[in-house]
């Protein structure tokens, strides 16, 4: 479960929650840095950081910290071989620091709005800054769409940033600023007051600045919405996709058959006029439909797009393909070759494919921002 998934059910969850963010991970551990987790107050759990050994002691801190108001940065050091504290699971191994934040005040409004941004395609970048000696810290919450790439900041509906932008409109603060400055600028945002003795001192050496930034779920598109599209269906949303259904036969295109999935209704060029497909999506094809797939092949040289999956032998693909401009990014036949047979295999093939092509845009995202970043220190992590 990634933060798109947790900023939705804190932005409708009826009980009080806790944040739980990975902020320092070495050496060998489960989930990577900057991976996140929603704890309730009734013990609830969404998401997490470590395959079970970490998550009962962070659900026995949420009352507290529900009850107080305050952060917590808890260190769980499972490298030592010779300590078994944590039972069977210390083979994970590894040290992750993880910090806890109650969901309220500045981070609650700051998730709701995340939640708004990742469900529209925009990319959020989020940004805490400890100050004072760990004994503050401020929220920053800047929004990149597509079409867009240049980053601004996320205007909170607060008196004193109201006040702080009448105030600069002619200053540089006032304009967007990229993440790498804002350690040299005044904070905006009035974050939550932190008195815990706990975080006043800085034992774990971390920077000041960590900054996360969050993508909007890929869409994938399956053209096709025969039997066998079901079961990628339910794995590619369980992978993290968005799915949209697109097919011209109306009995096989409805909500009956894909409840919970968006559908477009039309033939090849009405598709995708509909769907204004972008280099964010990946694209099925599975309709097993000769002159639709043609048509929509012809049309998809005009388009970017991440990813273009297709059904059938390499024979029928090259057919397809035959006098076409070369296409980009083309899987054929669809999904990984792991000797699949029947629906339900050939969708573990595909959904895994998914899941290695979304993985592989994740990581060059990650090494794009780490070349941006260079020179800072603060620390930052890219998530789908």
């Not at 598709?271 to 497909?277: G, T, Y």
């Not at 040289?301 to 390499?314: Q, T």
């Amino acid at each position: 479960m990634e933060m798109h998934d947790l900023s939705a059910i804190a932005a409708t969850c009826s009980k009080r929650c806790v944040l739980a963010t990975a902020i320092k991970v070495e050496g060998h551990a489960y989930r990577k840095q900057g991976v996140s987790m929603l704890l309730t107050e009734d013990g609830s759990m969404y998401g997490s950081i470590s395959p079970g050994c970490l998550e009962s002691d962070l659900q026995a801190r949420v009352e507290r910290i529900l009850d107080t108001g305050q952060i917590e940065i808890v260190e769980y050091d499972m490298r030592p071989e010779d300590d078994l504290s944590w039972g069977e699971t210390v083979g994970c191994g590894g040290l992750v620091i993880v910090l806890l934040e109650p969901v309220q005040g500045t981070l609650q409004s700051m998730l709701v709005k995340m939640n708004e941004c990742l469900q529209t395609g925009t990319v959020v970048q989020f940004t805490r800054i400890f100050q004072q000696g760990f004994s503050k810290m401020d929220y920053r919450l800047s929004l990149t769409g597509i079409a867009d790439e240049k980053a601004y900041i996320f205007e909170l509906e607060q008196s004193a940033l109201t006040e702080h932008i009448r105030a600069n409109e002619s200053s540089d603060h006032a304009k967007p600023q990229p993440i790498s400055r804002l350690k040299e600028t005044e904070s905006v945002y009035n974050g939550t007051k932190l008195e815990s003795a706990s975080v006043k001192a800085n034992p774990w050496d971390l920077p000041s600045l960590l900054t996360s930034t969050y993508y909007a779920k890929p869409r994938l598109v399956i053209i096709g919405a025969g039997n066998d599209v079901l079961p990628v269906v339910k794995l590619a949303q369980l992978a993290g996709f968005r799915i949209v259904v697109a097919d011209w036969r109306e009995s096989l295109c409805t909500a009956e058959r894909f409840p919970g999935v968006g559908l477009c209704l039309g033939f090849p060029r009405e598709i995708l006029s509909a769907l204004q497909l972008n280099r964010e999506d990946y694209i099925l094809l599975m309709s097993h439909q000769f002159p639709r797939e043609r048509e929509i092949l012809e049309l998809l040289s005009e388009v970017e797009y991440a990813y273009l999956g297709i059904m059938g032998s390499k024979t029928r693909t090259e057919r397809l393909l035959n006098g076409l401009p070369p296409l980009s990014h083309v899987h054929s036949p669809v999904g990984l070759s792991i000797g699949a047979e029947g629906p339900d295999e050939i969708a573990i093939s595909i959904a895994a494919e998914l899941i290695a092509s979304k993985r592989s845009v994740a990581a060059a995202r990650r090494k794009a921002q780490k070349e941006v970043e260079h020179g800072t220190d603060g620390y930052s992590a890219c998530s789908r």
